[in-house]
């Protein structure tokens, strides 16, 4: 692909240092559908990244944006805050039929700030109100947001070091398969809540995505996650699954924590749930927790009306036959899982180990520098690619689960070349 070099003047000279994802991909995007993104200059780039996870039905979805235009040309309320709306409405009774009642899940439903991190930040804050305890367990690796009371639980340490100040209150424990299968699981955790001399303040909840998206790619077992939630059961410690990324299908169920067969006791659920990116998120909890007093957690723009419209238009569209969803979502994976090993036999010596789950997949580079590599040769060869990991040497697959076959398999092709090409 010949590109022509963008007008970034106007980035570069007004906008602050902070951006990064412009940096890897260096040109102006005008337009978006489906699986496709388009530059100001007509060019075409297949997208294996989806907004990090918030365009699980793919850019301007047909039926969402029918449905959003339809809401706006009546003079639907677009802000809200808290207050009772009939898009609000629509919202919670389609997701209480679609996706709570069929899997038995009891959960209230919480309107925080439109974003994932203050999703986390209102979990945090309601399991510390609920046990009347400061602590919080995450685990290595784990990515949880970049607002204070998020990052003192994110593993990172770049975007750790960005807060300034001490990240207090929140002690790690390992991952699953941190330390390679060399000691049983939660040996140490148990071993610091036995003992009074320990250091470790009993915590009140447990933090932890099922699948690690921002730490690499790292896909905790159903069994470990069975025995956290067995710990956490044990010694009165609520367990918080980070669903922002992983949920909303992208594991194959609707949460990607149904698969381990376990309730946890608070949710958080953000990026894909309202269906065409449109800023929106959901701190669910079980009945008991719902201890807060009007007001003492709130947010000017959690009442988002627009993305109650998609939200509700996607669990219709897409979810009312969940079991097709999932088995759609769970052939896509097969499919890239097919054409990684592949990559990995071609390019074996380079590649230190490749992993992933429904729609969601990682391949881990030895030279940490090569992933990089892989993703600016991608770009070039119009395939839009991320990097994860402590220190991005994990290639990124997050393609939109209504990608068509052909469309992946024109990534995953492209993906091999630029594999080879950036040796």
């Given at each position: ?333 097969e499919q890239i899982e097919e054409a990684l090993t592949s990559i990995v036999e071609e390019n074996r010596p380079a590649i230190k180990e490749w992993r992933g789950r429904g729609m969601v997949w990682g391949v881990e580079f030895h030279d940490k520098d090569r992933a990089s590599a892989v993703a600016k040769r991608a770009f070039e060869l119009g395939l839009l690619i991320e ?37």
């Open positions: 692909m010949t590109i022509t070099q963008p007008d970034l003047s106007v980035f570069e000279t007004l906008e602050s240092e902070v951006r990064s994802y412009c940096r890897g991909w260096p040109t102006v995007f005008d337009r978006a559908q489906g699986s496709r993104m388009y530059d100001e200059d007509g060019h075409e780039y297949l997208d294996f990244f989806a907004g990090a996870g918030s365009l699980n039905y793919g850019h301007n979805n047909p039926v969402l944006k029918r449905a959003l235009i339809d809401y706006i040309e009546r003079d639907g309320v677009t802000h809200g805050l808290d207050m009772s709306t009939t898009a609000k409405r629509a919202f919670l009774e389609t997701f209480q039929n679609v996706i709570l009642r069929p899997r038995d899940l009891p959960y209230k439903v919480m309107f925080p700030g439109p974003t994932g991190t203050n999703a986390v930040e209102s979990a945090l804050k309601l399991a510390r109100k609920v046990k009347g305890r400061e602590s919080i367990v995450s685990f290595t690796n784990a990515f949880h947001g970049m607002s204070l009371g998020s990052l003192a639980v994110t593993g990172n340490a770049f975007k750790r070091a960005g807060a300034g100040i001490p990240l207090v209150h929140g002690t790690p424990m390992p991952f699953d398969n941190y330390l390679d299968g060399r000691t049983p699981d939660f040996i140490w955790f148990e071993r610091l809540l036995e003992d009074s001399g320990s250091g470790l303040n009993t915590p009140a909840a447990v933090i932890v995505e099922t699948v690690q998206g921002e730490g690499g790619i790292n896909v905790a077992r159903a069994e470990w996650l069975r025995k956290l939630a067995d710990v956490c059961e044990r010694w009165d410690m609520l367990l918080i699954v980070d669903d922002i990324q992983m949920g909303c299908g992208r594991t194959g169920a609707f949460f990607s924590f149904e698969e381990a067969g376990i309730t946890p006791d608070i949710v958080t659920v953000s990026k894909s749930i309202s269906g065409y990116g449109l800023p929106m998120s959901l701190c669910l909890f079980k009945p008991e927790l719902d201890v807060w007093e009007p007001g003492e957690h709130n947010g000017t723009f959690r009442g988002n009306n627009p993305a109650f419209v998609t939200a509700a238009a996607a669990l219709e569209t897409y979810w009312t036959d969940g079991p097709a969803m999932e088995k759609q979502t769970r052939a896509r994976g990097t994860s990991g402590p220190e991005g040497e994990v290639v990124k697959l997050l393609p939109a689960l209504t990608i068509t076959p052909d469309e992946l398999d024109e990534g995953l092709r492209t993906l091999a070349r630029a594999v080879r090409e950036s040796a």
